[in-house]
């Protein structure tokens, strides 16, 4: 079975009593921790409770008044770090800011297929595609005059328009005249345009736009604005949306991603992997590395930011989320750094299995992805345990994994399973609500 979990309650009762079992609460220590001093209010204000609940397969319960709480006050919510791809989690994300402001994404970019190619050939340049739709996810919506902006970023170039419509779109966007621009309020209107004439003064006559996201092409601009460097270019574009959290990239490079297979096969390019616009990959990931080009094998590494090291040290918890196991997940972990940074924080460091079938993991069952999870962190740290690396793994009660729960490997190593209900009402997806509300539970309960 699995085992008891734990979970956090706003009650200032001494014990809990429901359905004839008793649960023992104490006042958390949170508050005394070092974070920044409005969170450390917010929990010495709200009397934050940790309750252990003492009964075998109790579920990790998610108390409302938490949550309503925090709704009220999400800029006093936990700080997290969250790896993640640029699409799984992002339902997630576009819930959780309503929970709190201080979620740092990091996201990779390897993207070497679709519209994205077309920028990083033209260009030299990393994958902007995820960045940017994550920053739409933390966007602010309810602010006047910043629909028109989410709604700018958001628009794509249909992939099949026919060249006459292209061509009439093309002058509205270069010549400011396109509903979509003149939509925005200024002073934002100019600083869009600016960014997109530097984009078009820079594009390769040739360069194909169909297909292509206007947020990208606003981005791109922002880039080569910003002398080609990642951060700044993503924190204007955060200021632009009004962004509710922070979203950067693992690796500011002109990087892919290459792995081995099991059959000794070398895939080169992350568009090979995924099984969406090349054939599935027919044999199991044995490595995956940080490549320089698409020609051929040429492997290199890279250095974890300060920030994002930085980032790691202070936060609460540290997510590894659903997607794309390998391409989003395990290719977040390999910059030199990351794995230390992630094993010497005391922050707990949960991980969410995927449901359903990811073509990268090949019928890999939960206790091999766990593995191998572990045994990425543990490259960069090889005096690690496997607690270190993961404390926690979120389940949904309902789901039968591919292998079962290994509730024995779990309790060995000391990782605690967080049985709940996860799944939406009508959806074999995660819901993103509840999901929220457990990341948000096991931050606070972290003392």
């Known amino acids: 079975m699995i085992p008891a979990m734990s979970s956090v309650h706003l009650s200032r009762g001494n014990a809990l009593h429901e359905g004839g079992v008793c649960a023992v609460s104490h006042v958390s220590s949170l508050a005394m921790r070092s974070v920044p001093k409005k969170q450390a209010q917010l929990c010495d204000h709200f009397h934050v409770l940790r309750t252990i609940c003492a009964f075998e397969g109790a579920l990790f319960s998610m108390d409302r008044q938490l949550i309503a709480r925090l709704q009220r006050a999400p800029e006093l919510g936990p700080e997290m770090v969250i790896f993640s791809g640029g699409t799984a989690f992002n339902e997630t994300a576009r819930r959780l800011k309503h929970l709190t402001h201080h979620t740092t994404h990091l996201l990779t970019p390897f993207d070497s297929g679709g519209s994205s190619a077309s920028l990083r050939k033209a260009f030299h340049m990393p994958a902007v595609g995820d960045l940017r739709s994550r920053l739409m996810a933390l966007a602010d919506e309810t602010l006047s005059g910043h629909q028109a902006v989410v709604k700018l970023f958001q628009a794509r170039i249909p992939r099949t328009i026919d060249p006459p419509v292209l061509e009439i779109l093309m002058r509205g966007l270069v010549s400011g005249s396109d509903r979509l621009l003149t939509q925005i309020e200024e002073p934002i209107a100019s600083l869009v345009m600016r960014l997109l004439h530097r984009f078009f003064e820079s594009a390769p006559t040739d360069f194909d736009y169909r297909g292509a996201s206007l947020g990208n092409l606003v981005l791109t601009g922002a880039y080569l604005d910003h002398h080609c460097r990642m951060d700044p270019t993503a924190s204007l574009f955060s200021r632009l949306v009004k962004a509710t959290g922070t979203a950067r990239l693992s690796v500011d490079a002109n990087l892919h991603l290459g792995a081995v297979l099991d059959d000794g096969e070398t895939v080169i390019g992350q568009h090979r992997m995924t099984g969406k616009e090349a054939a599935p990959l027919v044999a199991p990931v044995r490595e995956l590395f940080i490549n320089r080009g698409l020609e051929r094998e040429s492997r290199t590494s890279v250095v974890a930011k300060h920030k994002v090291r930085q980032a790691i040290h202070c936060s609460q918890l540290i997510v590894f989320a659903q997607g794309s196991f390998y391409t989003s997940l395990v290719a977040n972990l390999l910059p030199v750094g990351l794995g230390s940074a992630i094993a010497e924080s005391s922050a707990p460091k949960v991980w969410i299995p995927n449901l359903g079938e990811d073509p990268e993991q090949l019928g890999m069952t939960v206790e091999a992805a766990l593995r191998t999870l572990i045994a990425t962190i543990q490259r960069d740290a ?59 539970m096991l931050a606070l309960e972290n003392p």
């Not at 729960?405 to 609500?433: F, K, M, N």
């Open 382 to 440: 090889s005096h690690a345990d496997p607690r270190d690396c993961v404390t926690h793994v979120v389940f949904d009660q309902s789901v039968a994994y591919r292998g079962g729960i290994p509730e024995a490997l779990l309790a060995h190593w000391g990782v605690q399973a967080v049985a709940t209900t996860l799944l939406g009402a009508e959806s074999a997806r995660y819901c993103p609500d509840r999901l929220s509300a457990i990341l948000c």
